[in-house]
C-alpha cells in the first residue's frame, strides 16, 4: 500500500524534526520525507494532514493484555485496537497473565496471537522469577528466544533482594532490560496513598515510602551488578528524588510515569469511585507536582500507560476489594497533552517520552520517522477537544475514572506497519 | 389589585371573645373541678394563656397549663415542607382530667383528631372538649368545637388568619383573598 | 429550615445547620422513649432495614426500638445468616432490596464506602451505621447530643478522644462533628494508632494521656483492639492498659465537671477502669438513651416526609 501524508507538522525528536513535511509510504517503509513530495501513481492513498501534528507511532512499555486468562477482562485484539485507537503502534505487555508468562510457550503464544489478531506490534515482557512467585528465576533464556524485550515481575515486587540481583544478572547475557515494579508489600497493606485523604476517608493507607524503598533498593542493586534497570509508574517525589540523584552517578537507569499520577491526586478518593483505586495509589498534590517537575527535569523519561482494563464485577464492588488499576490505553494521548497546554513540556518533550526514549530503552528500531524506517505513524490533533466516554471505549476495560472529562488533543489515525489500523470518524 | 382584607374580629373584639369562651368553659364544667388546658401549638398555646390568666381573675385560681405539638400525629406529615417538630410539654398527670383543648382555627378537623390522638398515648383523660378562636366550617372529619368564638364560612380562594400579639405583634382576625 | 438529604453517609456531608437541626428534632423524639406509651404513629407503614455485615448488638437494637418508636416496620439482615456467605455481592444485595421497597435501610459494614455504594442502587434512604474506620454519623450526632445535654453547649469546650484514632470511625465522625463548633479537640493514643497526616486536619495531637485530659471538658475512651489484620500495632492489651488506661487520678486533671463518654461495648479494665466507667462523671448510660433519641430524629427526617 501507498500512502502519502502531506502537510502535517512531523514531530521527530530521534531525528531531530519540528518542521512541516510530506511522508511518504510504501509498503511497509518510510520511503521518503521531505518537503512538498509529488508522488504520482494511481493507488496513493492521500493524506491531508493540515494543521495537524505528523508523529511516530507511540510506544507503549507497560499494558496488560491480560491474555491468556483474563479474556473476560482484555483480549490481545481488544487491546490492541485501544491501543491504536490511543495512538501506539508498539505495545509491551506484561506477565502477569494466567498462566504467567514466564516460559517459552506461553511466550509463542502471545506472540503467535498478536501476529493474527493483534492490530499493533506486541512485545511480550518475560517474568522475572517462575509464577512471579520471586523465588526461582524464570527460563529468561528461552523466553528471549522465543521473543520477549525485558523481564518484570510486574504486578510485584521480589521481595528477596538476592533473588533480585541474580535475575538481573543473569539477564545480562540477553541484553535485555528489567522493568521493575517497586512496591514494599510489607508496608503496602492499603489501598489508597497514605495522606490527607486517606485521614478522612478512613481507607487503610499506603506510604510513599513503600514505593521509594524499593526504587533505592533496585538502583542500588542494579548499579552494583552494573545492568541496566527501568522502575514503571513512578508515583511520588521521594521516588523523583532518588532517581534524579542515582542518575548522576549512573547512566542505566529509566524510568517512566503514567497519565493518572500527573493528573489526579489522592482527593478523587474520597468519592469511594473504585475506578480511582489503582497501584501505586494515586498521590498528594506535592507528589503530582514533583512528577511533572521530574518529566520537564527528564528524569522521568518515558510515560507509559500501566493500561490495566477490569471487567466490571471486579471494580464494582467495596472499595477495598475492588481490582486496582485503570484502562488508560485511550486517554493518554489527551491526558499528556494537556502538559504541552500548561507548559511543562514541548510538544517535541512530551512526543519523545512517547517514541524515541522507550525504543531506546528496549533496543528498538522504532520511534522515529527516517528514510527507511518501519512506517509506524500517527496522526493527531493536538488542539482536538472531545470529552471522555467510557461507553465508547475499544478496550472491554471500561474502568477510567476520566468518564466525562474535557480533554484536548486526541488520535486520528495510526498506521502501523504501513497499513491503516486506526482512523478517527472525525478524520476529514 | 392585591389582596382585599375583611377584618373579623379586631384587637377589643378579639379580647371580648376569649372572655366569653372562659365564662362558658367555666359554665359548662361548672365550675373548675379536675379542669385543665392544652394548647396546641403555636396560637393555641397564647390563647391557652390568656384564658387562664382571665380564670384567674374570675375564680382566683390558675389552672394546669400544657403544650401539645402533633407534628408527629398529623396525618399529611408527608407533604410537611419544613419537618420541625417542636417540645410537647405537658408537665402534669392527665389521667381523670377534664381536658379543653385550645387551638386559634378549626377548619378540616384532621388536627383536632391528631390532638385526640396525641393526648390518648399520654393518659387517660376523663373528657376532652375543644375551644377554638374561629370555626371556619369545611369539615372533613366529623369533629366539632365545644366552644367556638366565631363562625365565618370561608370560600375557597380565603383564609383566615389569626394574629395574636405575643408571636405577630397585635391581636386581629383577618380573612386575606389567597 | 429545609431538610432535603436522602441519605445519611456521613457528617461529612452534613452543615452545622443540619447537625443542630437533628439534634433539636431529637429533643422532642427523647421526650417519647420516657412515657408510657413509647410509640408515636408517624412512620406507620414504613420499612426499616438493617443490613449488618459486621456484628452489633447495640447500635442494631437502639436502631430498631427507634424505627419500632416511631411505628414503623423492622427487618434486621446480619452476615452470617445472609446470602452474602453465599458470595452475593453488595450490588446484588442492593438490587434485591431495592425491589422489596424498603423505605429506609441501615447498613453497617467493615469497609468504607459500603453505603455510598448502597446509595447508589438504591431510591431507599441509606443510613450509615458504620463503614470501616471511615464514619459512624449517627454515633457522632449522639455524641454531640450528649454533650449539649450535660453541658448546655458546644461551643469552648475542650474535648480529649483517647485510643485507636487511626483506625476508629467514632473518632472520624466526632471529629467531623465537632470541628463545626468552636471546641478544642485533642487526639490521644499511641503513635502507631494515630494517622500519618493528622495534622493537615489542624488537629492537636498528644501521645501523653495526662497532659490529653489535662483541663479537658469531655474525655471520649475508644475501644482497643491489640491487632488489626495480623499486625500489632501494640505489644499487648495489658501495656496499652497500663498507659493509655483511663483511671481515676487522671480525672484529677480534667475540669471538675468533666463528663467521660464511650461509644462501647467497653472493655473494662483496658481503656477504662471499673471505677471511672461506673462513677459520677459517666455519661456512657446516656449516651446509649441519647441513642435511640437521635436515631429516631435522623429516621423521621430522611422518611417521614417526601422529600
Redesign the interface.
Known amino acids: 500500500m501507498k500512502i502519502l501524508i502531506k502537510n502535517g507538522r512531523v514531530i521527530d525528536p530521534k531525528n531531530g524534526r519540528d518542521e512541516i513535511l510530506d511522508i511518504f509510504i510504501n509498503g511497509n517503509i518510510i520511503e521518503k520525507i521531505d518537503k512538498n513530495i509529488m508522488e504520482k501513481g494511481d493507488n496513493i492513498h492521500l493524506i491531508d494532514a493540515s494543521d495537524l501534528v505528523v508523529a511516530p507511532g507511540l510506544v507503549d512499555v507497560h499494558v496488560h493484555l491480560r491474555e491468556p486468562g483474563y479474556e473476560y477482562k482484555e483480549s490481545i485484539k481488544t487491546g490492541t485496537m485501544a491501543a491504536v485507537k490511543g495512538g501506539f503502534t508498539t505495545v509491551v505487555c506484561m506477565a502477569n497473565t494466567n498462566p504467567v508468562n514466564d516460559n517459552k510457550s506461553i511466550t509463542e503464544y502471545i506472540i503467535k496471537k498478536a501476529k493474527s489478531e493483534g492490530a499493533c506490534r506486541v512485545l511480550p515482557c518475560g517474568a522475572m522469577t517462575k509464577g512471579l512467585k520471586g523465588k526461582e528465576l524464570a527460563e529468561i533464556g528461552e523466553m528471549y528466544e522465543a521473543g520477549i524485550v525485558a523481564i518484570s515481575d510486574d504486578g510485584k515486587s521480589i521481595r528477596n533482594s538476592e533473588t533480585l540481583r541474580k535475575a538481573l544478572e543473569y539477564a545480562k547475557l540477553f541484553n535485555i532490560p528489567a522493568i521493575s515494579h517497586c512496591e514494599d508489600e510489607d508496608l503496602s497493606?492499603g489501598f489508597v496513598h497514605?495522606?490527607?485523604a486517606?485521614?478522612?476517608?478512613?481507607?487503610?493507607?499506603i506510604?510513599a515510602i513503600a514505593e521509594e524503598i524499593i526504587v533505592k533498593r533496585d538502583m542500588t542493586i542494579a548499579k552494583y551488578v552494573k545492568t541496566p534497570i527501568h522502575l514503571t509508574h513512578i508515583s511520588t517525589k521521594g521516588s523523583v528524588e532518588s532517581i534524579g540523584e542515582m542518575k548522576k552517578k549512573y547512566d542505566l537507569i529509566t524510568c517512566d510515569t503514567c497519565p493518572h499520577y500527573f493528573t489526579l491526586t489522592d482527593r478523587a478518593t474520597l468519592?469511594?469511585d473504585t475506578n480511582t483505586k489503582v497501584n501505586p495509589p494515586l498521590r498528594s498534590k506535592e507528589d503530582v507536582k514533583a512528577i511533572k517537575e521530574g518529566l520537564r527535569e527528564e528524569i522521568i523519561d518515558i510515560i507509559a500507560t500501566d493500561h490495566a482494563p477490569h471487567d466490571l464485577?471486579s471494580k464494582?464492588?467495596?472499595?477495598?476489594?475492588a481490582s486496582s488499576g485503570i484502562s488508560g490505553l485511550e486517554t493518554a494521548l489527551g491526558l499528556s497533552m494537556a502538559l504541552v497546554h500548561e507548559g511543562v513540556l514541548s510538544m517535541s518533550m512530551l512526543i519523545k517520552k512517547f517514541t524515541e526514549n522507550p525504543a531506546k530503552f528496549l533496543n528498538l528500531p522504532y520511534g522515529g520517522l527516517a528514510h527507511g524506517d518501519a512506517a509506524d505513524i500517527i496522526v493527531f490533533d493536538p488542539d482536538y477537544e472531545w470529552t471522555v466516554d467510557k461507553n465508547n471505549f475499544v478496550s472491554k476495560g471500561k474502568n477510567t475514572p476520566f468518564n466525562g472529562w474535557r480533554l484536548k488533543g486526541k488520535n486520528l489515525l495510526t498506521i502501523v506497519d504501513g497499513k491503516m489500523a486506526y482512523k478517527d470518524a472525525r478524520f476529514k | 389589585m392585591g389582596k382585599k382584607t375583611v377584618s373579623l374580629l379586631d384587637k377589643k373584639a378579639v379580647d371580648r371573645t376569649i372572655t366569653r369562651i372562659t365564662h362558658e368553659i367555666l359554665e359548662k364544667n361548672k365550675g373548675y373541678e379536675d379542669l385543665c388546658l392544652i394548647g396546641i401549638r403555636t396560637r393555641g398555646i397564647y390563647l391557652a394563656k390568656r384564658i387562664n390568666d382571665k380564670i384567674k381573675a374570675v375564680e382566683d385560681i390558675v389552672l394546669p397549663l400544657g403544650i401539645l405539638?402533633i407534628t408527629?400525629?398529623r396525618d399529611d406529615?408527608?407533604?410537611?415542607?419544613?419537618?420541625?417538630?417542636?417540645?410537647?410539654d405537658i408537665p402534669f398527670d392527665l389521667n381523670n382530667m377534664t381536658i379543653i383543648l385550645i387551638d386559634d382555627v378549626m377548619h378540616t378537623g384532621r388536627t383536632t383528631r391528631a390532638a385526640i390522638?396525641?393526648i390518648?398515648?399520654?393518659?387517660r383523660p376523663k373528657k376532652i372538649q375543644l375551644a377554638v378562636l374561629v370555626d371556619r366550617g369545611d369539615r372533613e372529619l366529623p369533629m366539632h368545637p365545644d366552644y367556638a368564638g366565631i363562625f365565618y364560612n370561608v370560600s375557597p380562594e380565603e383564609a383566615v388568619l389569626v394574629r395574636l400579639r405575643e408571636i405577630d405583634g397585635k391581636d386581629e382576625v383577618i380573612v386575606v383573598r389567597t | 429550615?429545609?431538610?432535603n438529604k436522602k441519605d445519611l453517609l456521613g457528617i461529612?456531608e452534613l452543615t452545622k445547620e443540619e447537625i443542630l437541626f437533628v439534634l433539636?428534632?431529637a429533643?422532642?423524639?427523647k421526650?417519647?422513649s420516657k412515657?408510657?406509651?413509647k410509640?408515636?404513629?408517624?412512620l406507620r407503614g414504613k420499612t426499616v432495614i438493617t443490613l449488618f455485615y459486621e456484628p452489633s448488638t447495640r447500635t442494631r437494637t437502639s436502631f430498631e426500638i427507634a424505627a419500632k418508636r416511631?411505628s414503623a416496620d423492622t427487618i434486621n439482615i446480619s452476615a452470617s445468616t445472609s446470602s452474602y456467605i453465599k458470595g452475593e455481592?453488595?450490588?446484588d444485595t442492593a438490587k434485591n432490596l431495592e425491589s422489596m421497597k424498603p423505605d429506609a435501610i441501615v447498613i453497617r459494614?467493615s469497609?468504607?464506602?459500603?453505603p455510598?455504594?448502597l446509595s447508589k442502587y438504591m431510591k431507599s434512604s441509606v443510613i450509615n451505621g458504620g463503614?470501616?474506620?471511615?464514619?459512624h454519623p449517627t454515633q457522632a450526632l449522639l455524641d454531640l447530643f450528649t454533650i449539649r445535654e450535660k453541658k448546655n453547649r458546644i461551643d469552648g469546650l475542650n474535648i480529649t478522644i483517647v485510643g485507636d484514632i487511626a483506625?476508629s470511625?467514632v473518632a472520624?465522625s466526632n471529629v467531623f462533628a465537632l470541628r463545626h463548633f468552636n471546641t478544642h479537640i485533642t487526639l490521644c493514643g499511641p503513635p502507631t494508632m494515630i494517622?500519618?497526616?493528622?495534622e493537615?486536619?489542624g488537629i492537636q495531637v498528644e501521645y501523653n494521656v495526662e497532659k490529653a485530659v489535662q483541663d479537658a471538658d469531655v474525655i471520649m475512651m475508644l475501644r482497643i483492639q491489640k491487632e488489626r489484620?495480623g499486625?500489632a500495632y501494640i505489644p499487648s492489651i495489658k501495656e496499652y492498659s497500663s498507659i493509655y488506661g483511663l483511671k481515676t487520678e487522671h480525672l484529677k486533671r480534667a475540669k471538675k465537671d468533666v463528663i467521660i463518654m464511650h461509644p462501647g461495648p467497653m472493655n473494662r479494665g483496658i481503656e477504662i477502669s471499673d471505677e471511672v466507667a461506673d462513677g459520677p462523671y459517666s455519661v456512657i448510660l446516656d449516651q446509649v438513651e441519647n441513642g435511640v433519641a437521635v436515631r429516631m430524629a435522623t429516621l423521621?427526617?430522611l422518611i417521614?416526609?417526601?422529600i
Open positions: 497493606k497514605e495522606g490527607g486517606s485521614v478522612i476517608s478512613g481507607i487503610e493507607p506510604p468519592s469511594f464485577t464494582d464492588v467495596e472499595f477495598d476489594i | 405539638d408527629m400525629y406529615i408527608f407533604k410537611l415542607k419544613s419537618p420541625e417538630v417542636k417540645k410537647t390522638d396525641a390518648m398515648d399520654l393518659g | 429550615m429545609k431538610w461529612r433539636d428534632s429533643d422532642s423524639f421526650d417519647i412515657r408510657e406509651v410509640k408515636v404513629p408517624t416511631l455481592t453488595l450490588k459494614h469497609m468504607p464506602g459500603a455510598h455504594m463503614d470501616g474506620a471511615h464514619e483506625h470511625r472520624r494517622p500519618h497526616d493528622i493537615s486536619l489484620g499486625i423521621y427526617l417521614g416526609r417526601e
